[in-house]
C-alpha cells in the first residue's frame, strides 16, 4: 500500500451546491454561546451555544446544532470538532422557546497556520485561529442563516497561547517543537514554559539538535562537572568536539551556569560558522555596549550580520541580560530553520476518520479508535515553505505498531520536482504553505491497541499517536 500526497482543496469547493429547503414556520437565532478561545492539541473543553426559536415549529429531536465549515451535506465531512452534530434531546421547543445546546469541543493535533513570508508580528500574534462555527438545522436542512461565528487558537503547548507569556513567540516556538529532528521539546503536561531562562546544558541540547550533531560514547571531556551522570553530557561533548564550545576551563564546562545573550551569540554564530569565528566584524561597533575588544563582539555582530539577533535599541545589546526559552527558539529558527531547507511537521501525525483531502487543513477531527473495516486515514502536514529541493529524496514513512503481524507500513518518497512544487504552491496557487501526506490504513487489521509512528528521513516525527481499532 502506498502513501498518497495532494495538495489541498479549497473549501469553498465543498460549499457548493445549497442546502435543502427549510419548511414553513421554521426559524431560529443565536442569542450567545459559551467556547473556548484557546486550547491545546486535543485538549478538551466544554462549550455551550444558546438558540432562541423564532418560527411557528416545535422543535425536537430532529434539530441538531452542526459544527460545519459552511451549510451543505458535503462540508459536514470536514467537521472540524469532532462532532457531527449536538442534538436536542428529552424536551421539545415551542415556538419562542430556547434551548441550550451543551457539547465538548476537543482540539485536532493542528497547529492551522495561514502565513507569507516574511512572517509579520501581526501574522505571529493571529496565528493558529481555527474556526468553530455553528449552524442550526432540522436534519439535513438548513434553517435559517444565523450563525456563530468563532475562532479557537491551537498550538503544542497551553503556555504559549494568546494571553500568556510566551505567546508572542507562539510560531518559532511552534517551528522548533515540531523540526525533525527535533531542537525544542515541552515539558510534561504540554507546558512549554518559555519564560525559564537557558543554562549552558540546555544551551548544548538546543545547539547540537540544531546541527544534527551525532553523539557518541562518552569520553569525559570535561570530567568535573559534566560526569556520565549528567543529562546533557552527549549533546555537551557533541558540541566540543565539533569546535562549537569550550569550557571554563580544562576540566569544568559550567553546566548549569545561565547562558547570556553575550554567550548566547557565540553558541550560535560558532554553529552557524561550523567552529571559530574568524574576527570580521565591523571598523565601528553596532552597539555602545558591545565595543570592539568587547569578549564576544566578532560573534554578536556575525548574528547582527546574519538576521539573528536585534538590539533592544539601535544601539544597545543588553549582552548581560539571560536569554529565555521563548528567546532561544527565535535565535535557534532565525540561525538553523529559517536559511535551510528542513522538514517541518505543522500537523499530525494522527488518524482521521474523515479524509483529510476533503477536510482541507484548516483541522479535522482526530479519531482514537476506529473499526476494522474502516480504520481511517494516517496523516502528515509539512511546512512547505521551508522545504528545499536540495532534501530530495525526501522519505516519509507510516508505521502502524501494535498486535497486526506484520506490521502495516507505507513509505513515500518526495522528489525534487514535488517539493519545488509544493514550494511554489506557497506563493503563486494559494499562499497557504503545507504539504499534506497521508496514508489510507490497511482494513482487516487485527482489535486491539496501535501506535502511529512515522519517520521522515530515517528521523522520529516529535510525536506518537494512540489508537485503537475496534470490532
Known sequence: ?????????????????????????????????????TLEWEATAAGSVLVDNTGTTAWGSSYVLRSVVCPTAAARLADQWGLTSVPITGVTVPPEGQYLFSFDVVAPPITPLRYALPLTPTQVATAGSLPCDWMLMNGDTLIGTDAVEHAITLSRFSDVQPGTAGAWARFWIEECAGRVPLIAAGFGGNDYRPTLTVTRDQMAVYMARALNLPTAAYEGIFPDDVPASQWAWPWIEALQRAGIVQGFDATHYGPAAVVNRDAMAVYVARG???????????????????????????????????????????????????????????????????????????????????????????????????????PGTAYLLLDAARLSPDMAPLDITFE????????????????????????????????????????????????????????????????????????
Not at 1 to 30: I, K, N, P, T
Not at 295 to 322: F, K, L, M, Q, R
Not at 335 to 359: D, E, K, N, R
Not at 412 to 441: K, M, Y
Open 400 to 471: 502502524l505498531l501494535g498486535p497486526e503481524t506484520p506490521t502495516p507500513t507505507a513509505t513515500d518518497t518526495l522528489d525534487a520536482t514535488e517539493i519545488q512544487t509544493a514550494i511554489d504552491n506557497v506563493s503563486t496557487q494559494c499562499g497557504c504553505p503545507f504539504l499534506l501526506v497521508r496514508w489510507e490504513l490497511p482494513t482487516g487489521l487485527a482489535t486491539g491497541e496501535y501506535t502511529l509512528v512515522v519517520t521522515i528521513g530515517g528521523y522520529d516525527v516529535p510525536r506518537r499517536f494512540a489508537y485503537t481499532i475496534t470490532d
Open 272 to 374: 552557524m560558522e561550523g567552529g571559530i569565528v574568524v574576527p570580521s566584524g565591523p571598523v565601528t561597533a553596532t552597539f555602545t555596549d558591545v565595543p570592539i575588544g568587547f569578549w564576544a563582539y566578532d560573534e554578536v555582530e556575525y548574528c547582527v550580520a546574519h538576521n539573528v539577533v536585534s538590539g533592544y535599541s539601535p544601539t544597545i545589546y543588553e549582552p548581560t541580560w539571560p536569554v529565555t526559552r521563548d528567546q532561544m527558539t527565535v535565535f535557534v529558527y532565525r540561525g538553523f530553520i529559517q536559511p535551510t531547507g528542513t522538514a517541518v511537521v505543522w500537523a499530525g501525525p494522527a488518524i482521521s476518520a474523515a479524509h483529510p483531502g476533503i477536510a482541507e487543513h484548516l483541522g479535522w477531527s482526530s479519531s482514537f479508535s476506529g473499526p476494522s473495516d474502516d
Open 1 to 37: 500500500m502506498s502513501v498518497r500526497h495532494l495538495w489541498l482543496v479549497a473549501l469553498v469547493a465543498l460549499c457548493m451546491g445549497a442546502a435543502g429547503a427549510a419548511q414553513a414556520g421554521d426559524g431560529y437565532a443565536v442569542i450567545s454561546h459559551d467556547l473556548p478561545a
